[in-house]
């Protein structure tokens, strides 16, 4: 069965400083993807990133950066230079490597930056 | 890009009614659409998946006569909350597999609120 562990429910941190939030999956499938969103307020859920199994590189995005380690079955993100804006509930995601399958949700990380 | 349009956004209805809930695909052709339930801080849990043309695929402990899906046509699915309670207040978002560079896209959530 595919799981993902969110660890942390909820992170408060000052603004710029730098904030890591955790992910842990569990799947027996070989090839599959794993996703982050995040869920502001408003409710809609906004893609950060997907990476497919195949590819351990980590990858940068402005201050966002994931670090994916499959010897740990690991997906974390870290935003760099934290801002207020940021706050907001993100969630890491799995799916097998159908273009069909159902995403499993993490229990989600509340992130909130205080100025 | 792929677009799912969801409507309403908002809901209040009183106990005992109906709701319709609508996901329609604005540019593509979703053969498959998958129905999300957030209670209040917690995670997307997977309802069911509609399917154009056949019949829905309910997630263990989903009661299907409550929860009516409908899957119309390659651009429209509909969930019907019917006999609502207050216990069936949530958030609920429909997703669309297989679109754009990332693979999915979300509606932007209903949030019923049942009195």
């Given amino acids: 069965a595919q799981k993902v562990t969110q660890a942390q429910t909820e992170i408060s941190v000052v603004e710029k400083e730098d904030v890591t939030l955790d992910c842990v999956y569990e799947t027996r499938d070989t090839t599959y993807y794993l996703f982050w969103y995040k869920q502001p307020p408003s409710g809609e859920l906004v893609f950060l990133i997907r990476r ?18 499959k010897s740990t079955s690991s997906f974390n993100f870290t935003i760099t230079a ?34 | 890009g792929a677009v799912v349009s969801q409507h309403p956004s908002r809901v ?27 209670f ?21 402990g989903v009661e299907k006569d409550k929860f009516l899906i409908n899957h119309a ?21 429909c997703s669309a597999p297989g679109q754009g560079g990332y693979g999915y896209t979300f509606g932007s959530g209903t949030r019923l609120t049942v009195v």
């Fill in chain 2, 40 to 60: 209040p801080k917690q995670s997307l849990m997977l309802m069911a998946t509609s399917n154009e043309g056949s019949k829905a695929t309910y997630e263990q």
């Fill in chain 2, 12 to 38: 209040i209805c009183k106990s005992g009614t109906s709701v319709k809930i609508e996901c329609r695909s604005l540019d593509f052709q979703a053969t498959t659409m998958f129905w999300y339930r957030q």
């Fill in chain 1, 52 to 69: 497919n199994s195949f590819d351990e590189q980590n990858e940068i995005s402005g201050r966002y950066s994931w670090n994916f380690q």
């Fill in chain 2, 73 to 93: 046509s390659l651009t429209l699915s509909t969930l019907t909350v019917t006999s609502a309670h207050p216990e069936d207040s949530s958030f609920y978002i």
């Fill in chain 1, 82 to 115: 934290s801002q207020v804006v940021d706050s907001a509930v993100y969630f890491c995601a799995l799916s097998d490597y159908s273009s069909a399958s159902k995403i499993i949700f993490g229990s989600g990380t509340r992130l909130s930056i205080r100025p």
